[in-house]
């Protein structure tokens, strides 16, 4: 008859077996997320440009680059596809959460500078290399993540295009910002992480409206926008407009 201590060890022993399985399974997926981060901030360094120079020229070569990058990041979505067990998504998802979010924002803002339009969940997801994997996807909730790191983002474009004398853009920008923060709004966010995200919000939405009121009051705004500029509310917060 087996004593107390083989009964344990019998129990217990498979038990360091899966630790030690999972253990492995975590070392792959952080490898690949390492390369795929480093690739990240290749891409962010590319979009930086938008930053510090006014030419077309420049900032298309920053775009063709980042799509570029992001091919060679899809391919280590391919491997991380294969990395993790099937159904463990939620197990492991902790490790490339953020930097999915990043790319989500990424992405968006490359559609923003190629179309001016806000990127869609599977458009976003095609591009970072997520779409139609068996084991990993793209979370509602990481897409919503990065559509908000793309407004704070074009809060300080709106900033850094007029300083590079280019006075058109921030009433794109103000639109747009406007128009993303009304589509949340529509959203009941229960996510606390998501909903303290959007809280703020508002404040980039302040800023591009600032600074679209600051070029009005200036004489700034090019000609042929001064009909759209007037639908736009430049009164400053507290203000009350008059009525005609």
């Known amino acids: 008859m087996a004593g ?3 009964i344990i060890a019998d129990i217990f022993s498979p038990f360091q ?3 030690n ?6 070392e792959v997926i952080r490898n690949i997320i390492k390369e795929i981060e480093k690739s990240t901030r290749d891409i962010i360094t590319n979009l930086q440009v938008i930053h510090s120079q006014s030419n077309c020229e420049y900032i298309h070569h920053g775009i063709m680059k980042s799509r570029e990058i992001m091919q060679g990041i899809a391919k280590g979505f391919e491997e991380l596809d294969k990395a993790v067990p ?9 490790h490339w959460r953020f930097s999915i979010q990043r790319l989500c924002f990424l992405a968006g803002l490359i559609v923003f500078l190629e179309k001016g339009i806000l990127i869609e969940r599977t458009t976003a997801s095609e591009m970072i290399g997520v779409s139609n994997k068996q084991n990993i996807h793209l979370d509602l909730e ?3 993540m990065g559509l908000l790191n793309l407004a704070s983002e074009l809060s300080r474009f709106a900033v850094s295009s007029v300083i590079l004398g280019d006075f058109s853009r921030p009433l794109q920008i103000s639109k747009f910002v406007g128009e993303l923060n009304a589509g949340f709004r529509l959203l009941n966010l229960k996510n606390d992480s ?3 995200r959007f809280d703020a919000l508002k404040y980039d939405v302040r800023k591009t409206e600032e600074v679209v009121y600051d070029l009005s009051i200036r004489g700034l705004i090019p000609g042929s926008l001064q009909s759209e500029e007037t639908n736009i ?3 400053q ?6 009525t005609e």
């Open 142 to 144: 990481d897409y919503l």
């Open 4 to 6: 107390p201590d083989k």
């Open 86 to 94: 099937p159904g463990e998504y939620y197990r492991y998802n902790d």
């Open 194 to 196: 998501l909903r303290k």
């Open 21 to 26: 399985a999972e253990q492995d399974v975590r």
């Open 17 to 19: 077996d899966h630790i």
């Open 237 to 242: 917060p507290g203000e009350t407009k008059p």
């Open 233 to 235: 509310d430049t009164s």
